[in-house]
């Protein structure tokens, strides 16, 4: 039997364990680093790493590693030893609070947006105290933030420090200013839930497409895909909830907090849903939740695959951003509470996220632009690509009063009355929850649904308390010289959504009519990521992230390079691999199929002059028709790629040229690959098929 509370953290080098083992003193400064922001001296930094290395030998480690996000989009490590020589040609096991504190990976190995050159290689990583550090294999991993040797931030992980820095800053003072002078620190938390599909490894080692893009660049439909709808919630398959159990244990002895498991709405589609932590330990947990999935799934022989669009014609996979604002006294800042038309504080704040969403809609649409992605969002696939936000029928019926200066009347029914005698009523949510909208409020958070499955959540999170940190500066000028506090509260509050009210669209954001609708509005509708990153450079963008000290204007440029070039890269792989597999397996397996059914009906016809050779004449005559074309469209699919080259100085016309003409050429070759597919033998297709892999766990 488990002892899940004992086996919890056990892995990890947490509040207890540092208690246990530090001193007093050195315990408390660490702690006011990790709950106050403080500084940390090099003495508490020694105490700390000897600590860490004790029990980390204790527990068979023999290497530590300054574990970090560079721009790459996975993680990074570098692993050394323990052993420091002594004297008698022996070793001892040593570890200090330098080597704790400042780690020194190969910077020119990573992407830098032109910020270093290739010679230029030198890079740091350091220590995140609020990170706790954990042990996996055998070695102490320790969560870093990474730079260049002159300061350049080259990671994922530093921005949102920062911003968490910045946006607590600013809410304190806020907070200050009405009467709130016992808080210190607010934090930002987020729960992010986690889709994923699960394949048979046998299927997943034949297929070069999943193997090298992470999703199938060819398949014919099942006969059956999710449009039963008995997949979602369904039953556990017994290979999946084994895989799932082990997840779980792994999972919470490193610490995470792993909540809910269940099917998602496509076959061989799944979701886990932690619960709520502090940003940046969410974004830690959630990268490392990544790669023990992966390694979990490869110990029950199945593969885990974390792409946005695996397989077409089902739905792909997200990642649902669970945000919000609470403060060290214990308060979350987005709970309206009973009665939302009188709590000014609450208003204040969603006042400033509707400023800031409508305000910066381009940025929180960029942060999720990927190649994956664009499959998604691009495709109307939850949510669509025009971000809004959805408040439900309460919220957005108090907005409206406040606008309008109306009378505030609740929408919502607070009970739910079942109609059966043994069936309990019980209360109803305040609001309803909108799957199609990209940012919802749900009871008190906002959902961020518009995220992709691989996508590291430091990014989203950080541009999300940066414009919001931005906004609350300013209504903190504006109200700290106020006569009448309250009255100038209602007036900026009213002002600030009636100026932004465009944004608030609680209908059907899949609907032909809001995309009309949001186009009126002035809303911004980017398909794809090129359309999308190419504003992330735009002046109001760059000097949001300045303004509040998150980044400088190289890094960021730096960062609007690296999308690109990723982008490009992405597409590319995907492009060569479709030539690949067309021109290599393919065709000849069409070719070869052609031949067998023509030596069929000329082996019929010389049996006898009156047996009918229609149905090989019939697939004879399309197949033929069908590889012609097909092997046209690969050569010239080939080709636009290798036309890349005359872009490759201007890193949105390439990406934009990747996405406008290579992109669509190898739809153009998938259509008629596919086609192929639904009138080939099995026996001669070189791939598994959609049927096999989707329902072969």
Not at 574 to 590: G, Y
Request: proline share 4%; net charge negative.
């Amino acid at each position: 039997m488990t002892n899940v509370p004992e086996m919890f953290g056990s892995m990890v080098f947490n509040d207890r364990k540092m208690q246990e083992r530090l001193p007093a003193t050195t315990y408390k400064a660490l702690k006011k680093t990790i709950k106050n922001g403080e500084p940390l001296d090099i003495s508490v930094a020694n105490a700390v790493a000897n600590a860490m290395k004790e029990w980390a030998v204790e527990m068979g480690c023999t290497h530590y590693t300054h574990w970090f996000q560079p721009m790459t989009g996975v993680t990074a490590e570098k692993h050394d030893s323990f052993i420091y020589p002594v004297d008698d040609g022996q070793i001892i096991m040593e570890f200090s609070g330098k080597e704790l504190i400042k780690g020194e990976p190969d910077a020119s190995s990573f992407p830098s947006g032109g910020i270093r050159a290739t010679f230029e290689a030198r890079g740091y990583t350091t220590w995140d105290p609020t990170s706790p550090a954990f042990i996996r294999d055998r070695t102490l991993y320790i969560p870093t933030a990474f730079c260049s040797s002159t300061g350049e931030i080259l990671d994922k992980k530093t921005p949102l420090l920062r911003s968490m820095e910045r946006l607590s800053s600013v809410a304190v003072k806020v907070l200050h200013l009405l009467g709130k002078t016992d808080v210190t620190r607010v934090t930002t938390t987020v729960g992010p839930e986690q889709e994923y599909f699960l394949i048979d490894k046998t299927a997943y080692d034949k297929r070069p497409d999943l193997i090298f893009t992470g999703r199938t660049l060819f398949g014919a439909p099942a006969p059956k895909g999710q449009e039963l709808e008995d997949h979602y919630f369904g039953a556990i398959k017994t290979r999946v909830a084994a895989f799932m159990n082990d997840l779980d244990e792994e999972l919470w002895k490193l610490g995470i907090f792993a909540k809910t498991k269940h099917n998602e709405v496509a076959p061989s589609q799944h979701e886990l849903a932690p619960i709520f932590e502090t940003s940046n330990i969410a974004t830690d947990h959630n990268e490392l939740t990544m790669e023990v999935m992966k390694k979990t799934a490869e110990k029950h022989g199945l593969v885990c695959l974390l792409h946005e669009k695996p397989f077409a014609g089902v739905n792909g996979s997200g990642k649902h951003n669970n945000w919000s604002i609470s403060t060290n006294t214990g308060e979350n800042l987005l709970d309206p509470g009973k009665h939302p038309e009188n709590n000014l504080q609450f208003q204040l704040f969603l006042a400033a996220i509707v400023k800031a969403v409508h305000e910066y809609q381009d940025l929180l649409r960029i942060t999720v632009a990927s190649a994956g992605n664009d499959h998604r969002l691009g495709a109307n696939e939850a949510p669509p690509a025009i971000i809004s936000m959805y408040l439900g029928d309460d919220l957005g019926a108090m907005v409206n009063a406040i606008i309008s200066g109306s009378e505030y009347v609740p929408q919502s029914k607070k009970e739910m009355m079942t109609g059966v005698d043994v069936l309990p009523d019980f209360k109803k949510d305040t609001s309803d929850r909108n799957r199609t909208s990209p940012f919802a409020f749900t009871g008190n958070k906002f959902e961020f649904r518009a995220l992709g499955s691989s996508l590291n959540i430091g990014c989203p999170n950080y541009m999300l308390n940066t414009m919001v940190a931005d906004e609350l500066s300013q209504f903190y000028d504006e109200l700290a010289g106020a006569e009448d506090l309250e009255a100038a509260l209602r007036a900026l509050v009213k002002k600030t959504l009636t100026a932004h009210q465009n944004i608030i669209f609680n209908g059907d954001n899949y609907s032909e009519e809001w995309v009309k609708e949001a186009e009126r509005r002035g809303l911004c509708h980017y398909a794809s990521m090129p359309d999308a990153m190419e504003h992330y450079v735009d002046r109001k963008n760059i000097d949001l992230f300045v303004r509040n000290g998150i980044l400088n204007e190289a890094e960021i440029r730096a960062r609007y390079e690296i999308e690109l070039a990723l982008y490009s890269k992405q597409i590319r792989i995907e492009a060569l691999t479709m030539v690949d597999m067309a021109e290599k397996n393919i065709l000849p397996a069409v070719l070869a199929f052609v031949k067998e059914l023509t030596d069929t009906a000329l082996a019929k016809k010389a049996l006898s002059p009156q047996y009918s050779v229609y149905a090989e004449t019939a697939l004879i005559e399309k197949l033929s028709a069908e590889s012609e074309a097909f092997a046209k469209k690969a050569e010239e699919l080939e080709q636009a790629v290798a036309n890349a080259k005359q872009y490759r100085s201007d890193s949105l016309a390439l990406a934009k040229y990747y996405r406008n003409t290579v992109f669509v050429l190898m739809n153009e070759l998938r259509a008629i690959g596919d086609a192929m597919e639904r009138k080939s033998s099995a026996q001669f297709w070189p791939y598994p098929s959609y049927g096999e892999i989707l329902f072969g766990v």
